[in-house]
Structures are given as structure tokens and as C-alpha cells.
């Protein structure tokens, strides 16, 4: 989608360094983290958000993927015992960015912390 930061990322238009990626998903350092591990797992295609994505086809490639990136991401940095995977749903749940992504947090004991 035209003018959608994380299309220009995934399709690597904005220079990022990706963490993780495969055939349906791209995974980088978020620009403002909250916590020592902060990584978002994004689609490759555009989907707003969760909720839009149960209608789209891909959908079970797409969440198989979002599956894989998340452990190896947790291996990759050392947070495989304790780590918090959020979708921020729709601007009432603190969605900034409308194109869906994950928030892999870690690397601290996190309590109660959200995005
Ligand atoms: P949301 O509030 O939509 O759940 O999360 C959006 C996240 O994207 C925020 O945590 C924000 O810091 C991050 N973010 C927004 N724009 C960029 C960007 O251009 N690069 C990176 N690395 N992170 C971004
Ligand atoms: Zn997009």
C-alpha cells in the first residue's frame, strides 16, 4: 500500500536491518523500544490489522510464519523462557501503525508492561 512505512520496509524501500525474514514475514528492531528486546514481526502483505486478517486467504500462512519468526527471534536473542508476543488492534488499543505487526518483547522480567 502507497505511503505505508512498513510496506516501504518489508519491501526493503527504507534501509532497516531486518532480524528475521522469509517468504511472508520481515522482523526488525522497533525505533522505539520498551523493552532490552523489542522486535516487530510484520507481514509481508498488507493487512491493517488482526482483525482484518481473518478474512484474508493468506491467513494461515501468514500466522505459520509469524510462528516461526517469533521462536527463532526468541532464540536468536536469548529470551525463549520469557517473552510477550501483542497485536495493538484498532486505535482504541494503542494501534499506531495500520499494517499488521507483532510486538516480540523481552529480555527483562516484564510484569504487567504493555505497549
Ligand atoms: P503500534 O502502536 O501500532 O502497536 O506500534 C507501532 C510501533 O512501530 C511503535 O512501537 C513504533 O515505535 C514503531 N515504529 C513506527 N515507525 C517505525 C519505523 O519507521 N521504524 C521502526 N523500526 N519502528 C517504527
Ligand atoms: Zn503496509
Redesign the pocket.
Known sequence: MQDC?FCK?AKHEIE?EMVYEDDFVVA?????PVAPVHI?IVPKEHVNNFYELATNSQKALIMGAVTDAAAAIADQFGTSDGFRLIT?NGKDA????FHL?F?LIGGEVLGAKL?
Open positions: 512505512i520496509i532497516t526488525f528492531k522497533d525505533m522505539n516487530l495493538n494503542g494501534q499506531t501503525v505487526h510486538h505497549i
